[in-house]
Nanobody, 115 residues
Framework: QVQFVESGGGVVQPGGSLRLSCAASGFTFSSAAMNWYRQAPGKKRESVAR???????GYADSVKGRFTISRDNAKNTVYLQMNSLKPEDTAVYYC?????????WGQGTQVTVSS
């Protein structure tokens, strides 16, 4: 079955950086667009970055210029490099395919930005 295992979260000060990783399995990774989503306490889950199977990339306005999504099809892994982190970036971060695929969610990785 489709599985996602996210890692790399932690506690960081404002202005700091983190690199998240997501190992995917159970589908043809190279053929699927991949997304990073996040969910802050009391808020809906939102998409922050997307990379298509062909490498086309898009970002939410809130993270544009600070976050970088990439993928390694040989490792079935998608990454999110997060720089210049802000307290409002605090959330649980998840990877998944496009919403129409309706794949199960992984456990996510917690990112906390605090001084």
């Amino acid at each position: 079955q489709v599985q996602f295992v996210e890692s790399g979260g932690g506690v960081v000060q404002p202005g700091g950086s983190l690199r998240l990783s997501c190992a995917a399995s159970g589908f043809t990774f190279s053929s699927a667009a991949m997304n990073w989503y996040r969910q802050a306490p009391g808020k809906k889950r939102e998409s922050v970055a997307r990379i298509s199977s062909g490498g086309t990339i898009g970002y939410a306005d809130s993270v544009k210029g600070r976050f970088t999504i990439s993928r390694d099809n040989a490792k079935n892994t998608v990454y999110l490099q997060m720089n210049s982190l802000k307290p409002e970036d605090t959330a649980v971060y998840y990877c998944n395919g496009d919403s129409w695929r309706d794949w199960d969610w992984g456990q996510g990785t917690q990112v906390t930005v605090s001084s």
